[in-house]
């Protein structure tokens, strides 16, 4: 006979389960309601990612049955453990390189405990969601002064075990992935029929690109893509601090949507730099070091940029964001065959996968073109998609600035030089020069080099910009 507790129980789990499936009935009927509203392609993509991840926790539950009756119903038979183990996927470092990031600060085990959630990224490192907010900047320095001093000689804490967990497979990949190249050469012609851009701009452009070329030879090109992806965050994040600042000054509020296409686009710039971590691309100090540094220095250039003409630093953007889609455009055009037989990293699968990238403002026309994550077949794929995502930064910065001002700064900038020019030969041979008993100063010398241009009466065009440089520099 049942108790009265116990029919009390009955009658409670009743009444609770009938409120429960009450609640997901009027959940299901809002969530169809707002469905209605929501893009046939966002909801096809996210029951496509539903199915692959149920597929993917089927056949994880199938590995733990397995490893469960093979290794623990007989302890004591360890061959039979570890037979059983090797020939299961290696889960750790599942579709990776075997590379642990050396850019992220410390490893996981030394940040503090209060973790709300994790993810397992390039080279098997935990990337934590949520750690509690971070030390002071005196702590952070000291800390990284005395890991960076170690890098300086090669050691690191915590990976010589690492390595020594390594498969003979995953040395393998690494060992094939280093005989990939890149012809710096045939990135410049490729490039040569892009936009034009003011020599404002274009020449720090080059400087940069030259600079890349020099200090990555041909036989490094992930470390090479590490730094380019450690620099190309940077305009995204001097664009929104402008944005936040002109909006707080009250001098523009007009772009507020801008923010947070520039946040898709530094988040999408944060997980290429994450791939090219699991290739591998920031093992050595000395690459870290000046794509750090270089970073900082672009940040606050484009910062400085930014207040003399937002539309000049989007132009820049858009000629960095179109050399990174030649350079991988190369990349696979060289190493097509190499690329095909490499794995695509986990971090790069995961990342293709979710619905933040699906979601974001400029995926759509990548989804169309290319693969999702879990369709890539090998590391081509994965560099396809990465160079589909640098040709829409370059449509999203063009569509941003005013294309009028770059062209009218073009038009005037070779008048703008040329009065430079005039000027500092004016100034080098001094402000008062001898001819015929008489003096000579700076207008006289600046009007006979103008003899060609006199016919601009209204002080307009040429001679009016360089008279004008003249005056100021009275």
Request: aromatic share 10%; hydrophobic share 40%.
């Amino acid at each position: 006979m049942p108790t009265s507790a116990s029919i009390l129980q009955i009658l409670s789990f009743f009444v609770v389960s009938k409120a429960f499936l009450g609640n997901q009935k009027t959940l299901s009927t809002k969530v169809k309601v707002q469905v209605s509203d929501t893009t046939s392609f966002h909801i096809n993509l996210l029951e496509k990612k539903r199915e692959d991840q149920l597929t993917a926790l089927r056949k994880t539950e199938i590995e733990l049955a397995t490893l469960a009756e093979e290794c623990f119903v007989d302890p004591n038979n360890d061959d039979r453990c570890s037979s059983t183990t090797t020939s299961l996927p290696n889960i750790l470092f599942d579709n990776n390189f075997g590379y642990q990031s050396r850019s992220e600060g410390f490893p996981g085990a030394q940040l503090t405990s209060n973790v709300v959630g994790s993810n397992v990224v390039g080279g098997g490192q935990k990337h934590l969601h949520h750690s509690g907010p971070p030390s002071n900047i005196l702590t952070l320095a000291i800390r990284q002064f005395h890991i960076n001093t170690k890098a300086i000689f090669g050691v690191y804490e915590g990976e010589a075990e690492h390595k020594k967990g390594l498969k003979k497979e995953t040395l393998d990949l690494q060992t094939l992935l280093k005989t990939t190249t890149l012809d710096p050469e045939a990135v410049w012609r490729r490039e040569a029929t892009s936009q034009e851009q003011p020599l404002a701009i274009k020449i720090p452009y080059f400087v940069l690109c030259k600079f890349l070329d020099l200090a990555f030879p041909r036989d490094k090109p992930i470390a090479r893509f590490y730094y380019l992806e450690t620099v190309a965050r940077m305009p995204y994040f001097s664009y929104i601090s402008m944005l936040h600042l002109y909006e707080t000054l009250g001098w523009w509020r007009h772009s507020s949507e801008v923010k947070r296409v520039h946040f898709d686009e530094e988040y999408n710039e944060f997980h290429h730099l994450l791939i090219m971590e699991s290739l591998g691309g920031d093992q050595d100090w000395s690459v870290r070091f000046f794509a750090q540094h270089s970073a900082i220095l672009y940040y606050w250039t484009l910062t400085l940029l930014w207040l003399i003409s937002p539309s000049l630093a989007y132009g820049f953007s858009v000629l960095l964001e179109g050399h990174a889609v030649a350079t991988y455009e190369q990349f696979i055009e060289e190493n097509l065959g190499i690329l095909k037989s490499l794995p695509p990293p986990k971090v790069a699968v995961d990342y293709y996968d979710s619905p933040e990238y699906f979601l974001s403002g400029f995926a759509e026309g990548v989804a169309k073109k290319y693969k999702k994550g879990s369709g890539f077949e090998n590391l081509s794929d994965v560099f396809r998609a990465i160079a589909s995502d640098e040709r829409e930064h370059v449509d999203t910065m063009h569509n941003c600035l005013d294309a009028g001002v770059a062209s009218e700064f073009k038009k005037q900038e070779g008048g703008i030089l040329i009065g430079g020019g005039l000027i500092f030969i004016s100034a080098l041979l001094g402000l008062r020069v001898e001819q015929g008993g008489g003096e000579l100063d700076l207008d006289e010398n600046v009007k006979l080099a103008l003899g060609l241009f006199e016919e601009d009466k209204g002080g307009g065009g040429l001679a009016g910009i360089v008279k004008r440089i003249a005056r100021m520099f009275r």
